[in-house]
């Protein structure tokens, strides 16, 4: 069992920077990949960044790629994501995910998670 508490969201100016953080409590922390989703009112959970065991490898959405920087601190059992230049299109909902059973390094797709966070609300404005 895993369970995770996203928090750091909030309301942002175009152009702004925010960082999530994600606690994980439960299985070793080190032992399974993580990766950050987020849902638009409307749209369908997309993924956004995910990081490896040790956190030496990254994958990234397109959309955030040289923007978002995802980190994790096995010490601290907590996973963070940096956004730096936010832009509108960037407003949901934000959920962190943890991936025990997965064989990829950097999963990218949400069936290979299989514990998720309640989700923390990022609003940019233009």
């Known amino acids: 069992q895993v369970q995770l508490v996203e928090s750091g969201g909030g309301l942002v100016q175009a152009g702004g920077s925010l960082r999530l953080s994600c606690a994980a409590t439960?299985?070793?922390?080190?032992?399974?990949?993580m990766g950050w989703f987020r849902q638009a009112p409307e749209k369908e959970r997309e993924f956004v960044a995910a990081?490896?065991?040790?956190?030496?490898?990254?994958g990234y959405a397109d959309s955030v790629k040289g923007r978002f920087t995802i980190s994790r601190s096995n010490a601290e059992h907590t996973m963070y994501l940096q956004m730096n230049n936010l832009e509108p299109e960037d407003t949901a909902v934000y959920y962190c995910?943890?991936?025990?059973?997965?064989?990829?390094?950097?999963?990218?797709?949400?069936?290979?998670?299989?514990?998720w966070g309640q989700g923390t609300q990022v609003t940019v404005s233009s």
């Open positions: 995910a943890a991936a025990t059973r997965s064989v990829f390094i950097t999963p990218r797709t949400a069936r290979e998670y299989n514990y």
């Open positions: 439960g299985r070793t922390f080190s032992s399974y990949a």
């Open positions: 990081v490896s065991r040790s956190g030496a490898i990254t």
